[in-house]
């Protein structure tokens, strides 16, 4: 059974950076595309940067720059380091992933089969 657990949220200011963890069992992340998603109130759920095995990442366009994806096979733990943080970032913020290599929808809600259940994160000005 495939279970993603994410952890890291917080509240911070603008300016600020973060780190979130997602720690995964039943799956090995080698053979996974692996990404981040974020929903913020009354907003649909996005997807802002994937990682896959070869290490090919794939960033939405407003966090190029500021957010970089990674994972740790050893530990099947993936990480998305957030930097310059702006308060437009608050969301819940969502790990995914799906068997087999990134593709061009590796940021579409729709390619994902598993998830976790989210963790906050809070920008304030």
């Known amino acids: 059974q495939v279970q993603l657990a994410e952890s890291g949220g917080d509240s911070v200011q603008a300016g600020g950076s973060l780190r979130l963890s997602c720690a995964a069992s039943?799956?090995?992340?080698?053979?996974?595309?692996l990404a981040w998603f974020r929903q913020a109130p009354g907003k649909e759920r996005e997807g802002i940067a994937s990682?896959?095995?070869?290490?090919?990442?794939t960033y939405t366009d407003s966090v190029k720059g500021r957010f970089t994806i990674s994972q740790d096979n050893a530990k099947n733990t993936l990480y998305l380091q957030m930097n310059d943080l702006k308060p437009e970032d608050t969301a819940m913020y969502y790990c995914?992933?799906?068997?087999?290599?990134?593709?061009?929808?590796?940021?579409?809600?729709?390619?994902?089969?598993?998830w976790g259940q989210g963790t906050q994160v809070t920008v304030s000005s």
């Open positions: 990682i896959d095995n070869a290490r090919s990442t």
């Open positions: 039943g799956v090995t992340y080698t053979a996974f595309c």
């Open positions: 995914a992933a799906h068997y087999g290599r990134c593709s061009g929808s590796s940021l579409l809600v729709y390619a994902y089969n598993y």
